[in-house]
């Protein structure tokens, strides 16, 4: 049972791994493998209708664990994943809706989210200016409103465990769509790959999660380092326990990550 | 003809599914009973509209079945009493019948037919000859699977509450009712699919 071979020559190059079954049965579209990470695999699908896109993220068996334990891992991560995203949605934090799961086959078919990570939009912001970035009113909007999504998500009692600015979308809304010229910026930040994510409250790991975020951010736009304070500034009116959360972040960049001097 | 054959993307092409929305039903009582004796003539996957928002959600709950059957893990005796309990955001079976399946006072229904060639080779059921069968057995109006249709028989209330979407302000708080549709539908179709898990 082949994929519709429309176009062969794409297909050839992006199918190098064998596709999981679900992805074998026809469908409108042919399955686009769109990244790969260390557990698993992300491909571009539609999701009953043509019209209706979606992404499945795999995780494919791994040939050197013990099979009944690679079984119990993938299923377990695949659970927990989706039942993040779910607490997530029905909490009203913006991430991407979950269609189907299988936890057997390892794949959790997720809703397709538009517009590009907030990585690539700052950087093609950024261009090659190094001056007026302090006073970039829009981008230190941007970063208002990531540090309210990031603040939502702490608020219900999620911590992602590897926010960067590759994890969080940028959703342009219908309206800025046609008049993009406006404001390059404008959209929603949607929270993507909870893969790592779990349920805490603890001013530890909210702390930990906002280090990761502005060292990932201090890395990848090294010039825009002077907004990040927005972000944290946003963040810091959207839950009592906020406050707390930022003072803790003091303790956490003095230290680093890691709490115990193990491992 | 009101009945509609569906294409449904990830399911194997020998699978076909087929359905038709039926309003002011009159004879609902006479159609559980045939569920309830396990008359094989009758083996639709019978659902209560008033449950359903969308064309979406009982696409997924058909979806999910069939790929159940596929994989064969049905958790029920066939793929249609599964389509019913896919509907449900819990694992219990009788509640899912009770709440999702056909009851005596049904008013509005859908009715949905999944075919595939059988282990000995015996071919299918056509479209005309459900339909035929359909027309003659339910007395009601029947209707395409639309949106619109749907969401005529469908008690917001019996929905908020069987998915659990009850005091949830931000879902209160949207003004716009097409929008707050759609986002019960998304809450919806994430309780189906992880179901009990």
């Known amino acids: ?263 | 003809m009101s009945l509609e054959t569906i294409t449904l993307d990830h399911l194997p092409s020998s699978h076909e599914v087929h359905a038709v929305l039926f309003r002011d039903v009159k004879n609902a009582p006479f159609l559980h009973q045939q569920l309830l004796a396990r008359n094989s003539d009758f083996e639709y996957g019978l659902v209560d509209a008033s449950v359903v928002v969308s064309r979406l959600q009982l696409l997924s709950a058909v979806f999910k079945a069939t790929l159940t059957a596929v994989n064969g893990a049905l958790k029920t005796p066939n793929v249609h009493s599964e389509i019913v309990i896919a509907l449900n955001s819990s694992s219990n079976i009788a509640d899912s019948y009770r709440r999702f399946g056909i009851s005596p006072s049904t008013k509005d229904l859908i009715a949905v037919k999944v075919t595939f060639p059988a282990e000995d080779g015996t071919e299918p059921l056509t479209s005309e000859q459900i339909w035929e069968h359909l027309k003659a057995n339910v007395e009601g109006e029947a209707l395409a699977i639309t949106d619109d249709n749907i969401s005529a028989a469908t008690d917001l209330a019996k929905v908020r509450k069987y998915y659990k979407l009850n005091g949830l302000k931000w879902l209160d708080d949207i003004k716009d009712e097409k929008l707050k549709l759609k986002e019960v539908e998304t809450l919806v179709i994430g309780g189906m699919a992880l179901r009990g898990v």
């Open chain 1, 1 to 263: 049972m082949a994929t519709p071979s429309a176009e062969p020559a794409a297909a050839q190059t992006h199918h190098q791994f064998p596709l999981p079954k679900i992805l074998e049965y026809p469908a409108s579209t042919p399955p686009t493998l769109i990244t790969q990470g260390a557990e698993g695999r992300l491909y571009r699908s539609t999701y009953l209708v043509p019209d209706l896109p979606c992404a499945l993220k795999y995780r494919p068996p791994k040939p050197w664990r013990h099979p009944t334990l690679d079984q119990r891992l993938t299923k377990h991560r695949i659970l927990s994943e989706a039942r993040i995203l779910a607490k997530c949605r029905r909490d009203g934090v913006r991430v991407p809706a979950i269609y189907a799961v299988d936890e057997t086959a390892g794949w959790l078919m997720l809703e397709w989210i538009h517009g590009g990570p907030i990585r690539a939009r700052i950087n093609e912001r950024l261009g090659k200016r190094t001056e007026g970035i302090a006073e970039d009113a829009e981008l230190k909007d941007l970063m208002r409103r990531m540090g309210a999504a990031v603040g939502k998500m702490h608020q219900v009692g999620v911590v992602h465990g590897d926010l960067t600015t590759s994890n969080l979308m940028l959703n342009p809304s219908p309206a800025s769509a046609d008049s993009d010229s406006k404001n390059f910026l404008d959209g929603e930040v949607v929270i993507i790959d909870l893969g790592l994510a779990s349920g805490s409250t603890s001013e530890e790991d909210r702390a930990v999660d906002l280090y990761v975020l502005e060292r990932a951010f201090g890395s990848t736009h090294p010039r825009a380092e002077c907004v990040f304070s927005e972000l944290l500034d946003a963040y810091r009116g959207m839950f009592k326990q906020a406050p707390g959360v930022l003072k803790k972040l003091e303790d956490v960049r003095m230290r680093g990550r890691k709490r115990s001097m193990l491992g």
